[in-house]
């Protein structure tokens, strides 16, 4: 038997394709959608993720739901930019719809651009600007002697907006949270005041814990962003401990509870910058201060405040975040018209 004839197959009708890079950043993925996704209308990035939600989120629940993902899985659609000064535009898509901001999937794309020759890559630091929903965001890649060394962007303005609010939540009792923006609103809760493991082998309770502190926020409290209303909602709930850390040189540690209970396996990009914000506003780090902060994993990324900004009612700060992604593998999924699961299906 050639076994090896496997690796022939062909569709024997027709089936729309879609080709993925698949990666990984301090261990969350994100599936890279590099052909066959249809081209999205709209001359905003906004405009664009409200197309594909009303005419192509079928796709997107394809892509990230059983059986060609699984109930943690994030994706990036690249679409064309809606600056001058942009080079990308990006969709960041999950379980649940479409987020407003995602940091660990810029640094994958930062190094996927570089690698793949999107940006042609020059030796010293290489300057990609991405679109996203909540707006225009910074990468620099530094390449040295052809490879890449250092991954890192500048933020969106990130601020507190509510410092130790108190909800009560059932099943856990009154939980006190800071609301801070870094791209999308995240409730911070620290873990070791409500007696919560960050550990591993703890993810189902770190789940339903954070599911059920963030619809007791969202019950609670009036999520207002100064500009868009579009950015208007809270985004997940973000655990964070001081005491729990697997590395000596760890500020801390996250682990962040976002969309429908997806587990962020990295230290999340944007929750980082929230992170950032909220350790300005209280005076517990100055500009230029890097600290750096770990995922459940272990995984880090570091984070500082570059600068500082009036932004609406808000003091907020331009946070810059650095980790590094890698390349696990390349995929071509088949849409069959016939297939009754054709859209995907999701058990947690």
């Known amino acids: 038997m050639n076994t090896n004839a496997f690796a022939n197959w062909q569709p024997s009708k027709a ?21 066959g996704f249809p ?11 409200q197309d ?12 990230m739901f059983e059986p060609r993902g699984h109930a943690d899985m994030y994706g990036a659609l690249i679409v064309e930019p809606e600056r001058d000064t942009s080079d990308l535009g990006v969709l960041f898509l999950h379980n649940e719809g479409y987020s407003t901001m995602c940091g660990h999937a810029i640094i994958a ?7 793949a020759g999107v940006i042609n890559k020059k030796e010293g630091v290489n300057q990609i600007n991405f679109d996203v929903p909540c707006g225009q965001i910074r990468s620099s890649v530094t390449v040295n002697n052809g490879e890449i060394s250092d991954i890192r962007f500048l933020n969106v303005p990130s601020f507190l907006a509510l410092k ?11 939980v006190t949270f800071d609301l801070a923006y870094g791209g999308a609103f995240y409730a911070y809760v620290d873990a070791d005041a409500i007696g919560l493991s960050l550990k591993q082998d703890n993810s189902n309770q770190i789940i339903d814990w954070g599911k059920r502190i963030k619809q007791a926020v969202i019950a609670s ?15 997940g709930t973000i655990f964070v401990s001081h005491t729990q850390m697997e590395h000596p040189d760890s500020h801390s540690r996250n682990v962040c509870i976002f969309a429908e209970g997806e587990l962020d396996r990295s230290p999340t990009g944007s929750g980082v910058a929230g992170r950032a914000a909220i350790h300005f506003a209280k005076n517990e780090i100055e500009t230029q201060q890097e600290i750096v902060i770990e995922s459940i994993l272990g995984s880090q990324f570091s984070v500082k405040v570059v600068d500082t900004l009036e932004y609406g009612d808000y003091l907020a700060v331009i946070p810059e975040v650095s980790g590094n992604a890698n390349v ?14 054709n859209t995907g299906f999701i058990f947690r």
């Open 15 to 35: 089936m729309q394709q879609i080709t993925t890079l698949e990666m990984h950043t301090g261990g969350e993925p994100l599936r890279i959608i590099t052909s």
């Open 109 to 115: 794309l930062s190094k996927a651009a570089i690698e």
């Open 164 to 174: 130790a609010q108190q909800t009560e939540v059932e099943g856990i009792g009154t």
């Open 328 to 341: 696990v593998g390349k995929n071509t999924f088949y849409f069959d018209p016939s297939d009754a699961l």
């Open 39 to 49: 081209t999205l209308k709209g001359d905003t990035i906004l405009a664009k993720r």
């Open 52 to 63: 594909c939600l009303a005419n192509h989120d079928d796709l997107r629940k394809g892509l």
């Open 221 to 235: 409290t009036d999520i207002n962003h100064p500009f868009e209303a579009d950015l208007s909602f809270l985004y």
